[in-house]
């Protein structure tokens, strides 16, 4: 369940977002560098754990999670409600997050912050009160999580579906090139395969097919191969995925 803040005091909280001190543009690198930018003696892999965990936590869907590039977007969320005077108002959010670094260290970086008053996107922030009010709890919220256990230590079908559902497209390019050679090639695969501790696939197998091209199966099962799922600490994980190729 996702969890909004409603707040009472429509004078207050437009101050949020747009204001006379200390306002800042979201295109201004300095306000993410000031801001949005934490350094921390962590592993990079807890570091990005942690975002994930943190954003789950708070019923916030990912439209992006990239392990291996540290890259992740959360969805455009709705983050406040807030009224007076009358007045109904929303307030929503979006991150674009990099997390750097290597076994010993990482830096957690909001490189791109998006904000929307009701269905208006908002171009600059009065950075101090939305410092106060939303960045610092969620900076604090990541590292609260730096030791959890829940999505660093096992692997969980969500996090299989988001990395299935962002590699598929690669897969249709594939389909749409083998197309050109073989117009009636259509039908659907089934790989089963095992997702390792740290993130690679093992042991993968088309367990059924009715493409009726064996050619292309092993094109795919070998494209799938290469594919990463990020790291966990604890136990293999296997997997029956079923591709469909269609015109």
Partial sequence: MKKIHVIAGFVSMIALLVGCA?????????LYDQYLTRSYNQPRDV????VVVTFRDRGVELTKADP???????EKHLIAIYAGYGVVGSISHRYYIDVKG????????VTKYKAWKGGNEVPDVKVDDV????????????ESNFDSEDETSVRTSSDIDLVVKQRTPDLKKIYDQYRKKNKKLQG???LKFTITPNGDISEI???ESNTGDSGFDE??????????????????????IPFTFSE
């Fill in 188 to 190: 659907r695969i089934k």
């Fill in 219 to 240: 094109i795919i099962k070998m494209a799938v191969s290469t594919w990463t799922f990020g790291k966990v600490t604890k136990g293999n994980t296997t997997v029956t």
């Fill in 22 to 30: 200390k306002t800042m543009q979201l295109n201004d690198p300095a």
């Fill in 102 to 109: 290597d076994e010993n260290n990482c830096t957690i970086k």
């Fill in 131 to 142: 410092y106060s009010y939303y960045w610092a709890p969620l900076f604090g919220g990541f």
């Fill in 68 to 74: 291996e590039e540290g890259k992740i977007v959360t």
């Fill in 205 to 207: 197998s088309v367990v």
């Fill in 47 to 50: 570091c990005y754990n942690a």
